[in-house]
T-cell receptor
Framework: GAVVSQHPSWVICKSGTSVKIECRSL??????MFWYRQFPKQSLMLMAT?????????EQGVEKDKFLINHASLTLSTLTVTSAHPEDSSFYIC????????????????FGPGTRLTVL | GENVEQHPSTLSVQEGDSAVIKCTYS??????FPWYKQELGKRPQLIID?????GEKKDQRIAVTLNKTAKHFSLHITETQPEDSAVYFC??????????FGAGTILRVKS
């Protein structure tokens, strides 16, 4: 149980285009999902917290107009990188918190497999 | 906000030896402390976690200890095996809030 998927696993795009990444919780409901960015040999940097049915909460320094987040259902959050540039190339990982488990006192976040974005 | 420091940044041990990774946190209200293992190019996997009402938790070869007074917690891996080689991240949060991660420790187990 507690599986999170991400799609696509990798994507290459031209500078100036937009890329959408999907994060799905497959066997549980997630009222809260998180989007991270990870550079090679570095830690996970939280970009934003995605809340089902409401606006995302962005971390300081993250451009909300560039990184659009939508959490339209209890099992799906999307991250759209708009007008991508080479400096946006990175490994993007989502995580999801099991809503029901949270009510029972378990705060585990389950991570997706990540999406490697390369902007040419 | 919360700040988590993790040491060492790299750790090499001989197969069969123990490995210890330490983290300190700044927010005394933090009450949830997970440890994640990440292999190259893969997702972080939760290996053990502890809540602030417990001082120690063990799962086979892995244990975590928490010292709330000193605001630090540690991961202990005994009888290390080559497959334990990976990057390990500690994290801290107030329950229900976002996780703040440490910088990570590269563990190499030499056979």
């Amino acid at each position: 149980g507690a599986v999170v998927s991400q799609h696509p696993s990798w994507v290459i795009c031209k500078s100036g285009t937009s890329v959408k990444i999907e994060c799905r919780s497959l066997d549980f409901q997630a009222t809260t999902m998180f989007w991270y960015r990870q550079f090679p040999k570095q830690s996970l940097m939280l970009m934003a917290t995605s809340n089902e049915g409401s606006k995302a909460t962005y971390e300081q320094g993250v451009e909300k107009d560039k990184f659009l987040i939508n959490h339209a259902s209890l099992t799906l959050s999307t991250l759209t990188v708009t007008s991508a540039h080479p400096e946006d190339s990175s490994f993007y990982i989502c995580s999801a918190r099991d809503w029901l488990a949270g009510l029972k006192g378990t705060d585990t976040q389950y991570f997706g497999p990540g999406t490697r974005l390369t902007v040419l | 906000g919360e700040n988590v420091e993790q040491h060492p940044s790299t750790l090499s041990v001989q197969e069969g030896d123990s490995a210890v990774i330490k983290c300190t946190y700044s927010d005394s209200a933090s009450n949830y402390f997970p440890w994640y293992k990440q292999e190259l190019g893969k997702r972080p996997q939760l290996i053990i976690d502890i809540r602030s009402n417990v001082g120690e938790k063990k799962d086979q070869r892995i244990a975590v200890t928490l010292n709330k007074t000193a605001k630090h917690f540690s991961l202990h891996i005994t009888e290390t095996q080559p497959e334990d080689s990976a990057v390990y991240f500690c994290a801290a949060s107030r329950y229900g809030n976002k996780l703040v991660f440490g910088a990570g420790t590269i563990l190499r187990v030499k056979s």
